[in-house]
């Protein structure tokens, strides 16, 4: 774990709320992404070699703007969706957290998700999964006015929160999370055991490295 302390010089009472991102973060869910994609490029492009590695240097941020940038149809975006859905069965849980994210509720700190699906399909694939319970509020990137890596789905769940920017940090693994905390005032905490690869994430500058789940514990103490 590698740590800049200076952060949390304005928050003497510790962190009070945690915002963090869903997929690669709390789920695995980079190969149903992958086979979803190539499936709804199939249906809707035709024939051809489908990019999904171009797909998934886009990690954290949302479809249409992916699609967008991608220059592919926005028509993509209805069979990846339903593809995603009926592959739901294979995304499962990065291991340790139920655990961890029940340990900070029984510390007082607030959780919230902030990612890049919409936010019915967070909140359903997070009910499917039995984590619903654990969060306080989700947050899609539907659901405010500009999606990662601008910072307004980090303020919207810091709102939904009653938590000040000095007090939180939040969770990523892709350069837009971290985008999106510093341009929200958070700590900008990279997650290695997500999507991106290390040095592509630390060339993002993030404010904590963290290389396990588990390490976000030592930094989110029981309030005070």
Same mark, same amino acid.
Not at 71 to 79: N, R, S, T, Y
Not at 82 to 99: F, I, K, Q, Y
Not at 150 to 177: K, Q, Y
């Given at each position: 774990?590698?740590?800049?302390?200076?952060?949390?010089? $304005?928050?003497?009472?510790?962190?009070?709320?945690?915002?963090?991102?869903?997929?690669?973060?709390?789920?695995?869910?980079? &190969?149903?992404?992958?086979?979803?994609? &190539?499936?709804?490029?199939?249906?809707?492009?035709?024939?051809?070699?489908?990019?999904?590695?171009?797909?998934?240097?886009?990690?954290?941020?949302?479809?249409?703007?992916?699609?967008?940038?991608?220059?592919?149809? $926005?028509?993509? $975006?209805?069979?990846?969706?339903?593809?995603?859905?009926?592959l739901?069965?294979?995304?499962t849980?990065?291991?340790?957290?139920?655990?961890?994210?029940?340990?900070l509720?029984?510390r007082?700190?607030?959780?919230?998700?902030?990612?890049?699906?919409?936010?019915?399909?967070?909140?359903?694939?997070?009910?499917?999964?039995?984590?619903?319970?654990?969060?306080?509020?989700?947050?899609?990137?539907?659901?405010?006015?500009?999606?990662?890596?601008?910072?307004?789905?980090?303020?919207?769940?810091?709102?939904?929160?009653? &938590?000040?920017?000095?007090?939180?940090?939040?969770?990523?693994?892709a350069?837009?999370?971290?985008?999106?905390?510093?341009?929200?005032?958070?700590?900008?905490?990279?997650?290695?055991?997500?999507?991106?690869?290390?040095?592509?994430?630390?060339? &993002?500058?993030?404010?904590?490295?963290?290389?396990?789940?588990?390490?976000?514990?030592?930094?989110?103490?029981?309030?005070?």
């Amino acid at each position: 774990m590698t740590v800049d302390a200076t952060p949390w010089a $304005a928050a003497p009472g510790g962190v009070r709320a945690v915002v963090l991102d869903l997929d690669g973060v709390l789920v695995d869910s980079l &190969a149903v992404a992958r086979e979803a994609f &190539a499936l709804a490029y199939a249906e809707v492009v035709g024939d051809g070699v489908a990019p999904v590695e171009e797909y998934c240097r886009h990690p954290g941020r949302y479809l249409p703007e992916v699609l967008e940038l991608m220059g592919l149809p $926005a028509a993509l $975006a209805g069979p990846f969706v339903r593809e995603s859905n009926r592959l739901a069965h294979r995304v499962t849980p990065v291991d340790g957290v139920p655990e961890l994210l029940g340990t900070l509720r029984r510390r007082g700190i607030g959780l919230a998700v902030a990612t890049g699906r919409s936010g019915v399909r967070a909140r359903d694939l997070l009910g499917r999964l039995d984590l619903l319970p654990f969060v306080d509020h989700v947050v899609g990137s539907d659901e405010v006015p500009r999606p990662k890596p601008a910072p307004d789905i980090v303020w919207r769940a810091l709102r939904l929160l009653g &938590a000040r920017p000095g007090e939180a940090l939040m969770v990523g693994d892709a350069p837009s999370d971290l985008a999106s905390a510093r341009a929200a005032g958070v700590v900008a905490v990279a997650a290695l055991w997500g999507e991106s690869d290390e040095e592509t994430l630390r060339a &993002a500058g993030p404010d904590v490295v963290l290389t396990r789940l588990d390490e976000l514990l030592p930094i989110c103490p029981a309030r005070r």
